[in-house]
């Protein structure tokens, strides 16, 4: 994960270009004024979902925990509902864009299971089951494939500070 965080930065340059050439590209379209204008109303439609998104999401994760259902979905949908409309707060028109398209719930659907997915890869099985509860698992019939077996690696005991290969020394023997 260390590594995909190093292009975090030029990540971030990248998009700030890509804003600025948009909203050049609708200043040169509709005028500077309103496109500045378009930009700050995006901005205040996102603070506004903001705060509704955010009370959205906690009395949904209320409301599970209160009838002792794993919060793990609406915590996701929550989540992604809360990005959406930061998304929208940011100036720019870019990423109000992607904010308003994670607020529409097909694609909110989507990127609730791409969460979900990526945290059940990251947290123990335990852990998942208990945020998002029991999980849907593909069965395929069939023949069983065999599975490869691991190599045979030779047994590395220390000792006292030597290494002794192939033998197994109890404590205190020599």
């Known amino acids: ?98 904010g308003v398209s994670l607020l529409v719930p097909p694609v909110r659907r989507l990127a609730r299971n791409g969460v979900q997915r990526a945290a059940e890869r990251r947290v123990s099985s335990m852990v998942a089951g208990d945020l998002f509860g029991p999980r849907r698992v593909r069965v395929r019939r069939g023949a069983p494939q065999p599975q490869p077996q691991p190599a045979a690696e030779p047994t590395v005991v220390v000792d006292g500070g030597r290494a002794i290969e192939g033998e197994i020394v109890e404590p205190g023997r020599n």
């Open 1 to 98: 994960m260390r590594r995909g965080l190093r292009f975090v930065p030029l990540a971030l340059l990248a998009a700030t270009l890509l804003e600025l050439l948009v909203f050049v590209a609708v200043g040169r379209a509709i005028g500077f004024g309103s496109a500045l204008l378009a930009v700050f109303a995006v901005s205040l439609l996102g603070l506004v979902l903001l705060r509704r998104e955010g009370m959205r999401a906690w009395r949904g994760f209320k409301v599970s925990a209160q009838a002792g259902q794993p919060p793990g979905r609406q915590v996701t949908d929550g989540l992604v509902g809360l990005l959406g409309a930061l998304l929208l707060a940011m100036p720019g028109l870019l990423s109000g864009l992607v």
